[in-house]
């Protein structure tokens, strides 16, 4: 069963009581929550995610609610609760489901770590994937929103989870977080993307989310080979153009984008230096998104220098 096959009210219900439980990737979480906006966005974002069978084991046990006393009434805030414990401050009751987003982009970061795990988008198309790495700024969602709205499949926006042993590819297919000035970007470039709720003034600025296609969710379980990793660069200024990078520097960008390198250690940086052995590593300077999809075909045809 999908999260879209459950009605509004139910929905409602089950995730004031009991809680659901849904199948993200490789984990499953047991969600609680009494705020009616978020279970209207989860619906909404998370609708073609499995469910999975209730009374099963959960890799993490979230909810999310308003603080007791008058926060609760007053300015009302949401809280995250992770196995009971709080980790981190209040925000506003509006910005309850990008807190459920980065609450789950912390409990995956430092809890799971049978993957090395990078602040990357990865997507596949044609058999090959590609890894983005990027900071904030680099326009990686942006990119990545507009490659899954034609068509490539989407195996997350956040987070690269790289095999230790294969270097496979496993999916965590999720909401693309857009931020700021990409939402205008993206609502123009396809004009039936489907976005949540906006939410304002957060630590990132205003803040929304593209539902993931369908295709991409309902492949949740299968795992994908890496071909490349292009750290893409976007600015207003530059032209479109697609350049090898050393794996020298590629290998320092990865260690830099990773969530649990640190924890790793000897084996994290076997993993990467075995990485970038396997892929061929660019950079893509962009200012225009069609350009750039242009570029990202490509590299997935092994046309880079024609």
């Known amino acids: 069963m999908k999260l879209a096959d459950i009605s509004k009210t139910d929905l409602s219900n089950r995730l004031k009581?009991?809680?659901?439980?849904?199948?993200?990737?490789?984990f499953v979480i047991l969600l609680n929550t009494r705020i009616e906006a978020l279970s209207s966005a989860l619906k909404l974002l998370y609708g073609e995610s499995e469910l999975a069978i209730d009374g099963g084991f959960s890799d993490f046990h979230i909810s999310l609610d308003a603080?007791?006393?008058l926060r609760g009434y007053y300015r009302p805030q949401v809280l995250f609760y992770f196995d009971g414990q709080v980790p981190f401050k209040p925000l506003p009751i509006t910005h309850a489901?990008?807190?459920?987003?980065?609450?789950?982009?912390?409990?995956?970061?430092?809890?799971?770590?049978?993957?090395?795990?990078l602040h990357a988008?990865?997507?596949?198309?044609?058999n090959r994937s590609i890894i983005m790495p990027g900071p904030p700024g680099s326009g990686k969602s942006t990119l990545c929103a507009a490659l899954a709205l034609r068509g490539w499949r989407l195996l997350s926006d956040e987070m690269a989870l790289v095999g230790l042993e294969d270097l496979s590819l496993t999916p965590v297919t999720r909401p693309v977080a857009l931020?700021?000035?990409?939402?205008?970007?993206?609502?123009?470039?396809?004009?039936?993307?489907?976005?949540?709720?906006?939410?304002?003034?957060?630590?990132?600025?205003?803040?929304?989310?593209l539902q993931p296609p369908v295709d991409s969710m309902s492949r949740y379980l299968e795992k994908s080979g890496v071909s490349y990793i292009v750290?893409?660069?976007?600015?207003?200024?530059?032209?479109?153009?697609?350049?090898?990078?050393?794996?020298?520097?590629?290998l320092k960008e990865l260690i830099?984008?990773?969530?649990?390198?640190?924890?790793?250690?000897?084996e994290g940086f076997r993993t990467a230096c075995r990485l970038v052995d396997a892929c061929g590593c660019f950079t893509l300077d962009f200012n225009n998104l069609d350009d750039a999809l242009t570029s990202m075909d490509r590299v997935i045809h092994n046309s880079v220098n024609e």
């Not at 982009?105 to 993957?115: E, G, L, R, S, T």
């Not at 893409?232 to 153009?241: A, D, F, I, K």
């Not at 830099?256 to 000897?266: A, G, H, K, T, V």
């Open 121 to 126: 988008a990865v997507l596949e198309k044609n």
């Open 67 to 69: 603080p007791a006393g």
């Open 179 to 209: 931020k700021n000035e990409s939402i205008d970007i993206i609502q123009r470039f396809e004009s039936d993307a489907v976005l949540g709720p906006l939410s304002y003034d957060t630590s990132k600025g205003t803040v929304a989310h």
């Open 256 to 266: 830099r984008n990773s969530f649990n390198y640190n924890i790793l250690r000897e």
């Open 231 to 250: 750290m893409p660069r976007y600015s207003p200024e530059s032209s479109n153009e697609v350049r090898e990078m050393q794996q020298s520097s590629m």
């Open 17 to 26: 009581n009991e809680g659901i439980r849904l199948r993200i990737g490789p």
């Open 97 to 117: 489901f990008p807190l459920f987003e980065w609450g789950l982009n912390w409990c995956i970061a430092k809890y799971v770590h049978q993957y090395l795990i």
